[in-house]
């Protein structure tokens, strides 16, 4: 069973457009990561958010948790064609609790 | 810091025949490794969850005698897929669990391991 529905699980756009990308859960979870992964790679970590209404920014990605902690936005603005590939929402259900249970993904390309 | 290597990044096997993948952290000691298994155009699905000195933890439906799982030290785990099959081609990803990191529940992957089976 997929806790973590993202949507849209597939975009393409122009280079300087905005984006918005969504995680969302019927469960609570204790801290959710934002990862990005290239075809043939693993995935590489973008940000942890653990507070509900937390907001981070890394540098044109802003990334926010849910009040209640069960869902999660992922803003790019001025998308460039290095922000190209899957994006995949990762919660954790419980502090220390060591399992992961990702999202769906979604499949991100940037056109010049 | 926080570096997770696997090892092969690629192999190609025959029917019937076992093969082993490595998981290090480089920089760290992980107490707890994880083993993913994801297929193409797909999100990561948990193998399994291996704790240093003990058992693995296998995930509903994951046949441990067909996925072996040996985490010998804090910096080594390995997945060993026994009499592999075609339909066991997938990429595995594992990954580790920094020990003292303010957020416990972040996990560091490696680049993964492409397996296919003729």
């Known amino acids: 069973t997929q806790l973590l529905e993202q949507s849209p699980q597939f975009l393409s756009i122009q280079e300087g457009e905005n984006l918005t990308v969504y995680c969302n859960s019927s469960s609570v979870f204790s801290s959710l990561q934002w990862y990005r992964q290239e075809p043939g790679e693993g995935p590489v970590l973008l940000v942890t958010v653990v507070t509900g209404g937390e907001v981070k920014k890394l540098k044109r990605l802003t990334f926010q948790f849910g009040d209640a902690r069960k869902d999660s936005s992922l803003h790019i603005t001025a998308a460039q064609p290095g922000d190209t590939g899957l994006y995949l929402c990762a919660g954790a259900r419980h502090t220390g609790f060591q399992k992961l249970v990702f999202g769906t993904g979604t499949r991100l390309l940037v056109s010049p | 810091g926080a570096v997770v290597s696997q090892h092969p990044s690629w192999v190609i096997c025959k029917s019937g025949t076992s093969v082993k993948i490595e998981c290090r952290s480089l920089?760290?000691?992980?107490?707890?490794m994880f083993w993913y298994r994801q297929f193409p155009k797909q999100s990561l699905m948990l193998m399994a969850t291996s704790n240093e000195g003990s058992k693995a933890t296998y995930e509903q439906g994951v046949e441990k005698d067909k996925f072996l799982i040996n985490h010998a030290s804090l910096t080594l785990s390995t997945l060993t897929v026994t009499s592999a099959h075609p339909e066991d081609s997938s990429f595995y990803i594992c990954s580790a669990r920094s020990q003292g990191r303010r957020y416990t529940d972040t996990q560091y992957f490696g680049p993964g391991t492409r397996l296919t089976v003729l």
């Open positions: 920089d760290f000691q992980a107490t707890t």
